[in-house]
């Protein structure tokens, strides 16, 4: 099968990159007016160039300082770069910042062309670029001496980049694929079109996309790779999408294009930002203004120092970067950051955490956090327990959502994780073992506080308990609660409690709780009106005990029974219907040996609880 790959130029201005790409492509990619007039690159072109066993979207970037901007914008997504030195310059200016960014991005595969070996001793200069290379990302690359004039070296070229190809490991489908802007126009008859370098998913025609961050909408009604209409782009691909639903002026370069499931933007990146022993700019300072490149997209930034106030050449720390705009980004892409005249590239960076603006960036847990990360910011169960050991909770399906693995590869390292006991999965959410342990504690802790403070009560009040424990997550306090009924509690109505404990009445109500048992038992069909067992604020308390604990019933504001006399009325009532068949009230109320008072509210409970049914004066058994 045909692998689909993206190749970016670079190299300084003028070293014959445009005229490279046409010997190998046989597209002109410099398409602007003012490219022709000055006969240099100014943005970025594109052409196709196939090689045994692949297909390669080539993106030719301007080498000129002035445009250092765009080159970066078209090398955001690359999977191998074609450094181009010309042999009667030799290493230059461009030559080395373009490196210096290839480097800052982690682009390990390349091939260097030196071009104009005609005019030149590519030999030397080939020397000399080896030694350039040294401690790059491209420190092996193979170096290819060519001439476009003469065609000297463009096969050999040719066979350097299929090989090239071969050694780059496949690209991995993740399930959330982002398209990179890099240009929205308007085809009459048509409507609005953008095209970009396609990564960690496929996008099919018809399917509904999300533009980001303007958190937009679309339709795709057709798309094309490399000039070929498809129902499927994939991952890899230089891709024109057809949005009749938006306009050009909604999308400006640095947009991403993304399914609709995936979450939003965000203002806000904690990241590990890394200077080049190479650079030879003056140290970042703390709180610098920058210019952050990130995709094809440029934000203004402002830069936080975890630890320093400066960071020099060859030293790496944690920042923070505050943006004037948001941006979509995943934990784990790269960037580049440029000083804020835009004269200098300064350093470049991973994302550690694509959504800080939640966060303290000195608070202890976000430290610890970022820490973990930084120091291990590929390792998939070091981002999954960093993760919850900051938030303690979090729900399943949003697990690194914004990160470049996918739902399997996640879900089956979070397994690992929860049979290491590292996390306790309950239902939707997943939680940190320390911090369910602490929960259970906390949990058995107020119960058995409920339990020694107020006796009379039942047990806890689950209210109470959920806001002191889980204040913003019902499922986990559901997982909770079903923890502690398969370790010696129970859920009895509203309230949590021990199974072994038994609620008493404190010792200065147990003598009027005496007095209301004797009551209801003298008087077992016919009990004492309620203010009549309950004149006073003590009895009313004793009498709220003895009705939560189940000992009596309440049937109405005034009747109260014992639950032993409502048992056995209730078992009198069933039998006498099953015999007769049906009795009026008065009948009952005879045959109980009771008065309306009592046999009323009494019925017309058996009615709510669906024992009889009422006929006017006569009931049955339901």
Not at 315 to 334: C, M, S
Request: glycine share 6%; proline share 5%; aromatic share 4%.
């Amino acid at each position: 099968m045909t692998r689909n790959l993206i190749l970016a130029t670079a190299g300084h201005v003028d070293h014959g990159k445009t005229a490279l790409v046409k010997a190998l492509t046989g597209t002109e990619t410099d398409r602007l007016p003012e490219e022709k007039k000055r006969g240099i690159t100014i943005d970025l072109g594109f052409a196709h160039l196939a090689l045994p066993g692949f297909s390669l979207g080539v993106i030719d970037v301007p080498g000129h300082e002035d445009f250092i901007r765009n080159m970066i914008a078209g090398i955001g997504s690359i999977d191998l770069a074609l450094l181009v030195v010309a042999a009667d310059d030799g290493w230059m200016a461009q030559t080395e910042e373009h490196l210096q960014i290839l480097d800052y991005l982690a682009v390990a595969h390349g091939v260097v062309a030196v071009t104009k070996s005609d005019l030149g001793d590519a030999k030397k200069v080939g020397t000399e670029v080896r030694e350039k290379l040294k401690a790059s990302s491209l420190g092996d690359a193979p170096i290819v001496p060519t001439s476009v004039k003469t065609g000297n070296g463009l096969n050999l070229l040719a066979h350097e980049l299929a090989r090239v190809c071969a050694a780059i490991s496949p690209l991995r489908e993740i399930g959330k694929p982002r398209l990179f802007v890099d240009r929205a126009f308007t085809i009459r008859g048509s409507g609005t079109v953008v095209t970009g370098t396609l990564s960690g998913g496929q996008l099919t025609r018809g399917e509904t996309v999300a533009l980001q961050p303007q958190n937009l909408r679309a339709r795709i009604r057709t798309l094309q790779s490399h000039n070929q209409s498809q129902e499927i782009a994939v991952p890899g691909t230089r891709t024109a999408l057809n949005l009749p639903d938006l306009q050009p002026n909604e999308i400006p370069r640095g947009s991403v294009l993304t399914t609709t499931d995936l979450a939003e933007s965000s203002r806000t990146l904690d990241v590990l930002l890394t200077r080049s022993p190479r650079s030879a700019s003056p140290p970042l300072k703390n709180l610098s203004a920058v210019q952050l490149h990130y995709g094809s997209a440029r934000l203004l930034a402002r830069v936080t120092l975890l630890d320093r106030r400066e960071l020099a050449a060859g030293e790496q720390t944690i920042a923070r970067l505050r943006l004037a705009d948001p941006v979509f980004a995943f934990l784990g892409d790269r960037f580049i950051l440029r000083d804020s005249s835009a004269r200098r590239t300064i350093a470049g960076g991973v994302i550690l955490d694509a959504d800080a603006d939640r966060t303290k960036f000195r608070a202890t847990a976000q430290r610890e956090f970022l820490k973990a990360r930084a120091a291990a910011p590929n390792d998939l169960q070091v981002l999954l327990r960093s993760q919850l050991q900051r938030d303690r909770v979090a729900p399943k399906n949003g697990l690194l959502l914004k990160s470049n693995f996918s739902a399997g590869e996640i879900e089956a390292a979070l397994q690992e994780l929860i049979r290491s006991r590292h996390f306790v999965e309950c239902d939707a959410v997943v939680v940190a073992s320390a911090w369910w342990r602490t929960l259970v504690a906390r949990a058995t802790k107020a119960i058995d506080a409920a339990h020694t403070t107020r006796p009379n009560e039942i047990g806890a009040d689950l209210s109470a308990l959920r806001t002191a424990l889980a204040p913003n997550d019902a499922p986990l306090f559901e997982s909770l609660l079903r923890h502690l009924s398969e370790n010696g509690f129970e859920r009895v109505g509203k309230s949590v409690r021990r199974r072994t404990h038994r609620p008493s009445l404190p010792p200065e109500l147990q003598s009027v709780g005496s007095t209301i048992r004797a009551a209801l038992l003298a008087r077992r069909f016919d009990p004492p009106s309620r203010k009549e067992l309950a004149p006073t604020a003590q009895a009313q308390e004793a009498l709220r005990f003895l009705c939560d604990t189940g000992e009596v019933l309440r049937l109405s504001d005034d009747v109260i029974l014992s639950a032993s006399a409502f048992a056995e009325m209730k078992e009198r009532v069933t039998a006498n219907l099953r015999a007769r068949g049906a009795a009026t009230t008065s009948e009952l109320r005879q045959m109980l040996g009771t008065t309306r008072r009592i046999l009323v509210p009494l019925l017309e409970h058996f009615d709510r609880i669906g024992l009889t049914t009422r006929h006017g004066d006569r009931r049955s058994l339901r």
